[in-house]
């Protein structure tokens, strides 16, 4: 009897966890116990056997491998991920890319086009949520950069031309993700989609609040926020 108490525990931790199903990043058996448990939020792209492709609520290009923690939610759904230990940059093939930064290429048009070969996924998952996202967060502007031929000031209206860097503030969910892409990276992704004339003058550190489309990471409605 005191046999089976000892092992009844051990079976209930085995498969209490959503640990163990990434592969080779944990395959150097780090022990994560008692970790700072991290989150960050996005949209189920693609449903697979054991795990989901999603979009963190920041940018299109870089896809994240999540498991699926015992969920079953459909493609669409809005999630939020709790992981700890870092979220690793693999290439298409599953491959740790050597480098951990984001590199841009310029493509044929002129554009500046990010390096879209990269995918996420954390060292280790701990839960899958459903979460009730409202696509809007407020912050401050960041930089404000030209990228096409077509003119565009650090003053002037936030144009499609202009790619704007927007810093979510600490206390919104979409701030989760300078977490995983670096403090500098902020919302970069994000390319306005609104309608110049209708859209505020932006000035860099003003207060907004943003609107973005679930299904682009771009920016479809700006606001100021004086009082936020």
């Known amino acids: 009897m005191k046999k089976l108490l000892i092992f009844m525990p051990a079976v209930i931790m085995l498969f209490s966890a959503c640990a163990g199903k990434n592969g080779a990043a944990v395959s150097d058996g780090a022990d994560y116990a008692g970790a700072e448990v991290k989150s960050c939020i996005g949209v189920i792209r693609e449903s697979r056997e054991s795990?989901?492709?999603?979009?963190?609520?920041s940018d299109t290009n870089y896809k994240m491998i999540v498991d699926k923690c015992g969920t079953d939610f459909e493609e669409g759904s809005d999630i939020k991920i709790e992981y700890v230990g870092a979220v690793i940059h693999y290439d298409d093939g599953m491959n740790?890319?050597?480098?951990?930064?984001?590199?841009?290429?310029?493509?044929?048009?002129?554009?500046?086009v990010p390096d879209r070969d990269i995918v996420l996924k954390a060292e280790e998952y701990k839960s899958v949520s459903r979460y009730d996202n409202d696509y809007a967060f407020y912050?401050?502007?960041?930089s404000i950069t030209n990228i096409s031929r077509a003119g565009c000031s650090v003053d002037g209206v936030a144009g499609t031309d202009c790619?704007?860097?927007?810093?979510?503030?600490?206390?919104?969910?979409?701030?989760?993700a300078r977490e995983i892409f670096g403090d500098?990276?902020?919302?970069?992704g994000y390319v306005s989609?609104?309608?110049?004339?209708?859209?505020?003058?932006?000035?860099?550190g003003d207060r907004v609040k943003v609107t973005y489309n679930p299904e682009t990471?771009?920016?479809a409605a700006i606001e100021p926020a004086y009082d936020k």
């Open 139 to 142: 912050g401050t502007v960041g």
């Open 184 to 188: 500098g990276f902020g919302f970069s």
């Open 217 to 219: 990471m771009r920016v």
């Open 193 to 204: 989609e609104t309608d110049e004339s209708k859209a505020p003058a932006l000035a860099v």
């Open 163 to 176: 790619m704007i860097t927007y810093y979510p503030d600490s206390t919104e969910e979409e701030a989760s």
């Open 51 to 57: 795990d989901y492709v999603v979009n963190l609520c």
């Open 96 to 112: 740790i890319k050597d480098r951990q930064d984001f590199n841009y290429l310029v493509s044929e048009d002129g554009r500046l």
